[in-house]
Each structure stands twice: as C-alpha cells, then as structure tokens.
C-alpha cells in the first residue's frame, strides 16, 4: 500500500521573509492559510491560475502542510490542485531558494508568473533556486500539485531560505549517525516478490515450491510473500479481497494451502540455502478480524466510538491504535511466532511509517533474541534504520523514471537523490530499489507498459548497479504485461520470455560476482552525453564496475572516462580506453555494464 510521510521537519534557518499578507511569520516558514482550487479539468495551466493577474474568486483557504483529503469533500480526490500565497520579502541581495520537505506526488511552482521549477514524486525534500523570480516586498507563489492516487496536496513544510543554508535544512538529525549493522545476506539480496495467487496456476504455496529451483537460478536469495493469512469477507474488495485485509494473524489463507504447506515450503527454501520473508500488515485488519471481535478497544475510533478505516480509499480495513500496550504485545507475540514457531526470516512490513516507530524497535530487539532477521519497512523515514529495519522503500528512484526515459528530466536527477539521502539518512542506510512492484503494478502500470520493454531492462540495470538492493516483482523475469489485480486472481502467461529471463539472471550474476555492486563505493563517471546517458562508477578494493545506461529512445554514441581495458560482463564485448576515454555506442534505451577485463 502507499504510504505517506507524516513527520515534521523542524529547521528555521534565516531570516528572509518578514511578514505574509494574511498570516504574519517571524521565520522562513511558508506556512498558514492558502488558497485552493481544485483542477478537476485540466483547466490551470491554460487559464495561467499561475499568473499574478489572476482572479482567485472562490478558491478556497486551507492551511498548509497538510493533505487534501482532509479537506471538506476532497477525501477520495485523485487529481490537481492549486495553492496560491503571497508573501514579503525584505532582503534579495543573496541567492535565495524555495524549500519543500514534501510534495504528494508531483510539483510545478511558479513565482510572480515566472516558473521556477517542477518535480517528480512525493518522496523526496526538494528546492528551487528563485532568485531571479523574487522582487522586493510583496511575492506570490503558486504551486500546482498533481497527486496519483491515495492523499494529495502539500504535506510538509515550505521555507523561502538563502540557497547556501538549503542543505543545512535538507540534513536530518539521523545524518551523522549509523545505521544498524545488517547481516551479509541482508545487504547482498536479490528479493523476489512472490504474489501467490499469480505465481503459478494453482496459486498455492505448492505451485511455489515447484519453481523454487527455477528462482534460484534466476539469482534470487530472498523471497518476500505477500501476505499468506485469511482474507476479510465485509467489505471485501472484489471477489477474492485484498491480501492486506487480514483477517487472523496466525492462521493461513486457505486459497493458497496449509500450514504444514506452507512449512514445507519454508524448509524448500532454506535447503536451497535462500531466505523467505513474508508481508505483515501491521496497521490495519479486516473489518471482520479476530481482533475486531475480541478486542475492540485496541482500534482507532472517531468521536462517536466507530472504528474508522486508515484512509477513506481503504474502506475494507478498520485501523489499530498502537496507544494500547496489550495490541503491542500481542503484535510481538505473533512476529516471534512466524520467526521462531515456522522458521520465516523476517518480515516485509507494509505501511510501515504509519506504526509507532517505537513499536519497531521493540519488536526488532525481540526478534533478534531468536536469530538474524530481515527487516524490510515500506516507508522513507530515516529512523527506521536506526535500530528497527534493515531496509527502507525507495520510492524516489521509482517516481522518476518515465520522466527521465520520456525526455522531462535529466539522468542528473539519480545523483541528486543519492545527494539527498546523504543527507537525510543514516550512513550506510540500505534502500530498495524496484522499477516495479505489487502496488506500482496493480495501479499505475507493468513495467513492460510504462517503459516500453527495452526501457524495463534499463531500469532493471539501473536498479541492480545502483547503490541499494534489487526487488524483483512477480513475472518481471518473462515481462508480465497483465496489471496483477490484488483482488483477484490473474494468471500469468510464464512461456514468454522476449530476453527477460535472461537479462535478470545475468543482472544478478553480475551482482554476485562482483563486490563492488554489494558494497562499493559510488562515484559519477564523465560522460559526452550526460543528459541522457547515465554513467558510474561502483568500486570496492580493486573491484570495479562501470555502468553506463542510455535513457534515451534514440541511439547514443558517446565517450566515458576509463583509464583501463574493461569488459561488458553482459556480451564479454571489451573495450580498449584511448587517451583515458572509452568511446562506445548505445541502442536506444541500451546499456553496458563493465568489469575489469
């Protein structure tokens, strides 16, 4: 499920902004009261709601941060909206940038009519240089915010700051510190998202035992099960129901088997010296849950008693409240269960962020008592790696890459992400990056559709070179065309192939041979080209391994730094440097991978 981030940043750095036109603030914090429209239309930019001449007659105020399905009758609102404020300016001798601690999910921003700026994705803090746009005294910023699916709207703070304090701002208190040390199978994972009922024609953990073999081949270590529990029947979604509805924590869904299947294939697995993790939806149950009836009181209630669901999208799940200490307990309990009863290795814990970060921590501790486990948090918060998970959602990488293959943004933006997280996260944090999964299937598109098929083996290179650890979806390995419906079953057509198969298999040789992709260090390489084509460096000892990737729909002839002969690990082509430069040629969306000769 997506999750949203819904801590503060807390920074006020310099004092630029003397006073807005209807909300005094002695700080930089563009906070308070802002107009509001919605776009339902596709109307704004053509109209210029943009400009400083246009009329706001009912547009509506809200205060910001915030989302907007808070908002009177946006709750289920998918689309666009603008926000418009005015502000004062007393000092515009110094570079001067906008700051956003986040966005839900994409951005264009305007100053005084003048566009400064658009991003992509809600994950990620990001700024605007917008010293040129800027006038003495009175300003006014309009920020058009286009939101994908669940919450939209501006839910972190904006601060107007000087351009050279924006990475004092950007740096989070968990910068400086450590993150949990992981285990060597941790941080050199190929994950596998199984989701069951799409695995195999039965759709049983049987029907997985069978391809176990086949998956070890592929290069995987660790498969992640979606969740395996019962399926709430009220309010169920579609004729199977969502997986994440879970109706009993300890017992197994009956579409996919038993427990005892479900042990067999737990002990399969480990004989092929792999891992297995499953999903555990911590958050939420199903309406008619076991702990709906015996223990109501551990829920979230309104202000009449009812139980409420997390969000109004997720109508066929009712939310607990983690303020009971008796939930949390039994929420340890039944982890340790899974661990230590039926011999899983660790959990994939879906919106993890909307859980006390606390409660992870507790129930890490506890879970370590009983042996090495994976930790896997669907979320961003930089927290999470300090004591609790191992792993964290890198949704960033995910959110920008059809802009980059269709031309709106420049492969620069990967570094500007590695920046970020420099920034924002413990050090040697590990993220997950996918160019898909269950959630990016099912409601945005395969990626065969949203990146053409030569552009899904691109991001998938990108995505087993780049600094993290590579996720693999469900049927990824034959280029599943099919949205994988998580209420019903679809089947996949597993005897295609179109390279697939072999492409991942080789992506994840290639990771397992060489440590520099597991652990190096990283390092932008020079390229001709370097608006399209993407070029680094991953290095370990005197290990290396140069990948260069072409974003582009059009073959690229480009030269790269190099200052020895290197091999593609993919063909065995070898390339000979002259003068400290490797020239090379591209396909469209094409990429090599190059290793010490």
Not at 427 to 448: E, G, I, M, Q, Y
């Amino acid at each position: 499920m997506k999750s949203v981030n819904v801590y503060t940043k807390a920074a006020l750095l310099c004092i630029l902004l003397s006073g807005c036109s209807t909300n005094k603030t002695p700080d930089n914090a563009l906070g308070g009261d802002w107009q509001f429209r919605i776009d339902s239309l596709h109307q704004g930019v053509v109209e210029r709601w943009y400009a400083p001449d246009s009329k706001r007659e009912g547009w509506q105020t809200h205060t910001l941060p915030n989302l907007w399905d808070r908002y009177d009758n946006l709750a289920s609102y998918d689309g666009i909206g603008w926000y418009a404020k005015s502000f004062e300016v007393q000092d515009t001798t110094s570079p001067v940038s906008l700051y956003f601690g986040g966005v839900d999910d994409d951005a264009d921003v305007w100053v005084n009519g003048t566009k400064v700026g658009s991003h992509t994705g809600y994950s990620d803090p990001f700024w605007f240089d917008v010293t040129r746009a800027l006038r003495f005294g009175r300003n006014e910023i309009v920020v058009r915010v286009v939101d994908q699916s669940g919450p939209g709207g501006i839910y972190e703070p904006i601060h107007i700051v000087r351009s050279e304090d924006v990475k004092k701002l950007l740096k989070s208190k968990y910068a400086d510190q450590p993150a949990r040390a992981s285990a060597d199978w941790v941080r050199n994972a190929v994950i596998y998202e199984v989701y069951v009922r799409s695995f195999s024609k039965e759709g049983t953990f049987k029907g997985v035992e069978k391809r176990l073999v086949e998956l070890k081949a592929l290069g995987v270590s660790v498969l992640w099960l979606m969740p395996i529990h019962p399926v709430g029947e009220i309010n169920r979604k579609g004729k199977l129901g969502s997986p994440y509805a879970v109706q009993d924590y300890y017992q197994i869904n009956e579409e996919f088997g038993t427990l005892a299947d479900f042990k067999s294939l737990v002990a399969a697995v480990h004989r092929l010296d792999m891992k297995i993790i499953i999903d555990l939806v911590a958050n939420h149950t199903s309406w008619d849950s076991k702990l709906v009836f015996e223990h109501p009181e551990w829920f979230t209630k309104n202000e009449e008693g009812a139980i409420v669901t997390p969000n109004p999208d997720w109508t066929d799940v009712a939310q607990l409240n983690y303020d009971h200490h008796e939930l949390r307990k039994y929420m340890i309990g039944m982890m340790s269960y899974w661990v230590r009863d039926v011999g899983i290795d660790g959990f994939r814990c879906d919106v993890a962020e909307l859980v006390p970060t606390e409660f992870w921590n507790i129930a890490r501790k506890e879970l370590d008592k009983i042996k090495p486990v994976m930790m896997l948090s669907e979320g961003k918060l930089p927290e999470h790696h300090l004591e609790a998970f191992d792993l964290t959602y890198s949704w960033n990488v995910y959110d920008v890459l059809a802009n980059v293959i269709h031309d709106s943004l420049s492969v620069k933006i990967f570094d500007d992400m590695l920046e970020r997280e420099n920034y924002q996260y413990p050090r040697n944090s590990l993220r997950l990056r996918f160019n898909t999964n269950h959630d990016k299937n099912a409601w945005d598109a395969p990626a065969v559709k949203k990146f053409t098929p030569a552009g899904a083996k691109a991001t998938a290179a990108l995505v087993f070179t780049f600094p993290g650890v590579p996720l693999v979806y469900n049927g990824e390995e034959v280029g599943n065309p099919k949205k994988l419906s998580l209420f019903e079953k679809v089947d996949v057509d597993w005897s295609k192939d179109a390279g697939f198969r072999d492409t991942y298999t080789r992506l994840a040789n290639v990771r397992r041979e060489h440590l520099a992709l597991r652990e190096g260090d990283y390092r932008r390489i020079a390229c001709s080209d370097s608006t399209r084509v993407f070029a680094f460096a991953r290095k370990a000892g005197n290990d290396e391994v140069l990948s260069v990737i072409n974003f582009s729909k059009r073959p690229a002839k480009v030269s790269v730094a190099a200052d020895h002969v290197m091999r593609d690990f993919l063909t065995g082509k070898v390339f000979t440097p002259e003068n400290k430069r490797i020239e090379m040629t591209l396909s469209a969306l094409g990429y090599f991978i190059l290793v010490n000769n």
